[in-house]
């Protein structure tokens, strides 16, 4: 069973730049999640999609937007770089969504991203 | 969303129990108790899942009292490879698949 992947492990642009990042998910998950950890905090929900459709957003600007392909990999695409988007960002994936008790998520290693 | 609190960091010693305690006082009827570990550079692993009373599995327990306000995630004989930060999440399936994280308690195993 291969686990949750991310690519790429380290990333570093500069402000205003665009960025995607890129998840594959568990063998066998159909939903994908995607956090940003800010240094010594704990993750923060971006948002979920579940069968290519985005299926609940935390309070991220718009910028921030992604994609579920139908082998259920997914991107998270962020536009106009900011220097506070300096962060871990996890993607994570569960099998199905709200599947009775809180729906246990299955993180990859994360991307650490960089903004000069 | 039920919020949570638990304390920012903890010491302990190899060999010793270890119990982290969490406090939320607004979880709802349909709220489930979740705890995950994270180590550094790393993404946060499940540990377990309880709703009420008493909740095992091979790396820990967690204990809910009738109440449900607060939750206790026991640690037994922990070794150097448990620290790690533990975080607490209330919540249920209809949030939206939404995991809310708080700051978590840093544990600090000692040898």
């Known amino acids: 069973e291969t686990g949750v992947t991310q690519s790429p492990t380290h990333l570093i642009k500069t402000r205003g730049q665009q960025v995607t990042l890129r998840c594959s998910s568990q063998?066998?998950?159909?939903?994908v999640s995607w956090y940003q950890q800010a240094l010594g905090q704990g993750p923060q929900f971006i948002f979920q999609?579940?069968?290519?459709?985005?299926?609940g957003r935390g309070n991220f600007p718009p910028r921030f937007s992604g994609l579920q392909f139908p082998n259920y990999s997914s991107e998270l695409n962020v536009n106009a770089l900011e220097l506070d988007d300096s962060a871990l960002y996890l993607c994570?994936?569960?099998?199905?969504?709200?599947?009775?008790?809180?729906?246990?998520?299955?993180f990859g290693p994360g991307t650490r991203l960089t903004v000069l | 969303l039920a919020k949570t609190t638990q304390p920012i960091s903890m010491d302990s010693y190899e060999g010793q129990e270890v119990n982290i305690t969490c406090s939320h006082n607004?979880?709802?009827?349909?709220?489930?108790i979740t705890w995950y570990q994270q180590f550094p550079s790393q993404g946060p692993r499940f540990i377990i899942q309880?709703?009420?009373t008493k909740v095992t599995n091979e790396v820990a327990s967690l204990f809910i009292p009738a109440d449900r306000k607060s939750s206790t995630l026991s640690l037994p004989r922990v070794s150097l490879s448990d620290t790690a930060v533990y975080y607490c999440?209330?919540?249920?399936?209809?949030?939206?698949?939404?995991?809310?994280f708080g700051q978590g308690t840093e544990l600090s195993v000692k040898p």
């Open positions: 994570a994936s569960s099998l199905v969504p709200g599947q009775g008790a809180l729906d246990t998520q299955y």
């Open positions: 063998s066998g998950h159909n939903t």
């Open positions: 999609y579940y069968r290519e459709e985005e299926n």
């Open positions: 607004n979880i709802a009827t349909n709220d489930y």
């Open positions: 309880g709703y009420k």
């Open positions: 999440l209330v919540g249920a399936h209809n949030q939206g698949g939404k995991l809310i």
